[in-house]
């Protein structure tokens, strides 16, 4: 333990972004501290503080990069339980627009599984940590800082259950992690600061979930089957089996208020009006294990901390609670792995750790997989906001890289190692992966030959 940074850090939530930051303090800190509203020990389904935990979720290959290193061996103990793990390329099954894009192997490595569990492997490899302790009941009621009001000195809590009395608990570092409800722009305002700037795009998303057992396997070697909605087929799906070996976890997606519906005749009328049948197929005859949930996603929201010119010392925003992204594009969880290993390189600078520093840093990791998802959701006419030049050239230019991905494994492993966070969005204008899109459309036409349905 290098114990240079304080005595106590207090971690603010403790979804996906919250326990990664507590692994990475643990080594900074003497006593690390999650507060969080719901049970978390022994916590094995989706929990009411992470409403979208119900729904599909892809550790997609960057993220599992990190995690692996922070966790060594995570992999290998999630396989060993049932978590399906494969090839991103060649262990998926990618649709779009209803045609599959040429498989390979991409080397890269994705996990598929509900959420609550893989946040369950997460937090029992933190719960082994000696020296991090969950404080869970707990809601979290303000700021406690010094009178000049320029420290966080910690946190005034309260249980949970009716009667609970506030306490302060006292930290050298507070780390807000709470997810997009974040309440700290409210917080600095109280304090005399500024709340950060935002950048918002409407999505108006809705996921609606719901398990099945089948009949027969109709996975095989996969470890997903998706069709992915895009602005010219804008409905989606994403499934896949569970650890169980005997659940599948299918989670429809619709956006400007296209919600997959939560009736048993309006959710499988969803399913046949998707571009490819065949999730259809699986589904109509097979038994469902519980009924449609909805979750709503109305905008990407990122909050610029990096441009505020003061900030309290002894404070720190991570996760969502920075930059809340589409879920639609498995972004989320990666990037809280990318900022806990910036944590960890800032907590190591002798001189201290300074928001200013963190905040601009994260926010250069931020941008790249904002700018995905950003361009992206801009390519639906219906999304507000305002469209450049070249904004508009990328969303000329990704329908061509997808169908040239249907005849190509090169141009579909560069798309999904972009969609991986491995690579930059603009490496698929490099002169390599343009000129195979262009060579591949040239051959074929812009129209990808017809995609026959998995067996």
Known sequence: MLNQAGERAVVLGGGMAGLLAARVLSDAYADVVIVDRDDLSGATGARSGVPHGRHAHCLVARGHQIYEELFPGL????????????????????????????????GLMCVSSGRPVLEQHVRQRVQAIPNVRFLERHDIVSLETTPDKKRVTGVRIQRSEQGGQPEVLLADLVLDITGRGSRMPAWLRELGYEAPPEDKIKVDLAYTTRHYRLKRDRFGTSI??????????????????LPDGETVELSL????????????????????????????????????????????????VWRHYEQLTRFPDGLLVMGDAVCS???????????????????RNH?????????????????????????????????????EGQRNDQINLVNQYIPKVLAAATQDPVVT????????????????????IAGRVGRVLQQFGRRPASTPAPA
């Open 325 to 343: 992204f589409n879920p639609v594009y498995a972004q989320g969880m990666t990037v809280a792995g990318m900022e806990a290993l910036t944590l």
């Open 347 to 383: 907590l190591q600078n002798p001189a201290g750790l300074n928001a200013t520093a963190f905040f601009g840093e994260i926010a250069g990791q931020i941008a790249s997989p904002w700018q995905f998802s950003a361009i992206a959701d801009l390519g639906y006419p219906g999304v």
């Open 224 to 241: 997903a089957i998706n069709q992915a909605g895009t602005p010219a087929s804008p409905r989606g799906v994403f499934c896949y089996p």
């Open 75 to 106: 992999t290998r103990g999630m396989s060993d339980t049932g978590v399906t793990l494969g090839d991103f390329n060649g262990g998926i099954q990618w649709n779009f627009n209803g045609h599959r894009l040429a498989p390979s192997e991409s």
């Open 413 to 432: 492993d560069a798309f999904l190692r972009v969609a991986g966070l491995v690579e930059d969005p603009m490496s698929l204008m490099s002169p390599a």
């Open 253 to 300: 997606t619709g956006v400007l208020g296209d919600y997959p519906p939560t009736d048993h005749e309006g959710f499988l009328a969803y399913i046949k009006s998707l571009p490819l049948p065949f999730h259809y197929e699986y589904v109509k005859d097979a038994e469902p294990v519980d009924e449609p949930v909805r979750f709503k996603f109305p905008a990407s």
